[in-house]
């Protein structure tokens, strides 16, 4: 059974970093492209930034415009575990965090197949 299980949200003012992590199990995901999305109460979920491997010891990383600058993707094969560093924080980035793998390095939610639960970010101001 696949599951994907993040952690490491909570309540933070403006300004401040958080480091979500998303365990992987029930089989590597070291091949599928890994995403972060987001969701806001009354809004449609939304791209966060994804990666994918590349080759070698390499791998691409791809962030929203919203977040690219003070979002940061990345991935540990050994763990089988994608991480999402959050900093320079602010209120609009307040939403529940949800980890995804699936087959195609996109930007939409039907473009993965497998999700975590989510994990609360709120940004107070």
């Known amino acids: 059974q696949v599951q994907l299980v993040e952690s490491g949200g909570g309540l933070v003012q403006t300004g401040a970093s958080l480091r979500l992590s998303c365990a992987a199990s029930?089989?590597?995901?070291?091949?599928?492209?890994m995403g972060w999305f987001r969701q806001a109460p009354g809004k449609e979920r939304e791209f966060v930034a994804a990666?994918?491997?590349?080759?070698?010891?390499?791998?691409?990383?791809y962030h929203a415009d919203s977040v690219k600058g003070r979002f940061t993707v990345s991935r540990d094969e050994a763990k089988n575990a994608v991480y999402l560093q959050m900093n320079s924080l602010k209120h609009e980035d307040t939403a529940i965090y949800y980890c995804?793998?699936?087959?195609?390095?996109?930007?939409?939610?039907?473009?993965?197949?497998?999700w975590g639960q989510g994990t609360q970010v709120t940004v107070s101001s």
């Open positions: 029930g089989r590597t995901f070291s091949s599928y492209p």
């Open positions: 990666t994918m491997w590349r080759g070698g010891t390499s791998y691409y990383a």
């Open positions: 995804a793998a699936g087959r195609v390095y996109g930007v939409k939610p039907d473009d993965y197949d497998y």
